[in-house]
């Protein structure tokens, strides 16, 4: 198989952070401190990347601010002409932290919003006062001059505001606004009952969405993801799998996706052991399902099997216990109706019942809608 080198990198350099999103995709069980990668290796890893054919480098976490070493890794990434991309809550950052990363190289910045609402935000982040940080840094990127992108995560209890949080994403100057529904793995799947959005709240912001993309043309570039449980065709996870990306966690395993860890059975390699081009090219992970030859039926005779490349295989091994099935949110897949039967019922019962990544005990959270 002739495979071309990835497009970008994310480099979760650490899962430290001081939020408890219930929403959040990482894994539940995370890399302490002690098992992060040393600045050196980090460094060592961008000139591989760089080597391979990486053209872009996501900063990420967990909250990689906490890192005391961004502004160098930011800085060796520049040099090396990768563009630079930092994926942040924002509420560990200060005005010279900000500047000093932009003097050093970094280019772009997403900072997430968990709703307009500060109340909303922070009891959805689990850390008070989070929402007026998060104002505040928005500031910050655009005097620096930086490019801007709003994450803005939607679940059932703020989807009722999406159209606020475009306006938002307008008055703050970001010139991208990321409307992602949230992603059912980590703390997010642990936490499905309480955040799965009804049917018709979707169908209000997928309208909402579109007449905003319309009216904001060349002001706002909007990207729409939508519940994966409510779709009748998969998306093309990462770009497929072991096509376009590479992901690295803090203790430097080289993963297809962020959340491959919850398939059973794959072996991840390690920057440790070889070098990031041996990985991508012949790690048993990246080539497990890699391209179509992997693919049962129907994926294996469908049309789209070079479209969507079977779409989530971490999606498939949550809701089918088997990561090689047809990802069953596809219309083909004789599990369809039962995920979305699931999401109704889930959506349906409105739970008030959410759980936070250190909590000794379940949280019982009021509906914020």
């Known amino acids: 198989m002739n495979i071309d080198p990835p497009l970008a990198l994310l480099a979760e350099i650490t899962h430290r952070c001081p939020m408890r999103c219930l929403y959040c995709s990482n894994p539940v069980n995370l890399e302490p401190a002690s098992r992060e990668l040393d600045t050196a290796t980090w460094l060592r890893v961008l000139d591989e990347a760089a080597d391979l054919g990486v053209y872009q480098v996501h900063f990420s976490g967990g909250e990689?601010?906490?890192?005391?070493?961004?502004?160098?890794?930011?800085?060796?990434a520049a040099e090396l002409d990768l563009y630079t991309n930092l994926i942040t809550s924002g509420v560990l950052l200060e005005s010279e932290d900000l500047f000093r990363l932009a003097d050093a190289g970094l280019e772009h910045v997403q900072l997430s919003f968990q709703d307009t609402d500060a109340a909303g935000g922070d009891r959805i982040g689990g850390l008070k006062d989070a929402h007026r940080r998060k104002l505040e840094v928005a500031g910050w990127v655009v005097d620096a001059g930086m490019a801007f992108t709003v994450n803005a995560v939607i679940h059932r209890h703020n989807a009722g505001r999406v159209g606020e949080m475009i306006e938002l994403a307008v008055e703050l100057g970001a010139g991208r606004l990321e409307v992602a529904s949230v992603q059912y793995y980590g703390w997010g799947l642990k936490n499905r009952a309480y955040l799965m959005p009804t049917e018709q709240q979707l169908d209000a912001v997928t309208e909402i969405v579109e007449a905003a993309r319309d009216r904001l043309a060349g002001v706002l570039t909007i990207d729409y993801v939508i519940p994966d449980y409510y779709a009748r065709r998969p998306k093309a996870c990462m770009g497929g799998w072991g096509r376009r990306f590479?992901?690295?966690?803090?203790?430097?395993?080289v993963l297809p996706c962020h959340a491959a860890t919850t398939i059973p059975g794959l072996t991840f390699d390690t920057v440790q052991d070889h070098a990031l081009e041996h990985i991508w090219q012949h790690s048993d992970a990246f080539n497990r399902f890699r391209g179509t030859e992997w693919m049962p039926e129907p994926c294996a005779s469908c049309d789209f099997r070079e479209v969507d490349w079977g779409g989530c295989r971490c999606q498939a091994m949550a809701l089918t216990g088997d990561a090689a099935q047809t990802d069953p949110v596809c219309s083909l897949s004789p599990l369809h109706e039962s995920v979305r039967v699931l999401a109704e019922r889930e959506a349906g019962a409105g739970t008030e019942t959410a759980v936070y990544r250190g909590a000794k005990k379940e949280s019982v959270l009021r509906d914020l809608s």
Not at 64 to 76: M, S
Not at 246 to 253: A, K, Q
């Open 64 to 76: 990689p601010t906490a890192r005391k070493d961004l502004g160098e890794l930011v800085q060796h």
């Open 246 to 253: 590479v992901n690295i966690d803090p203790s430097g395993r």
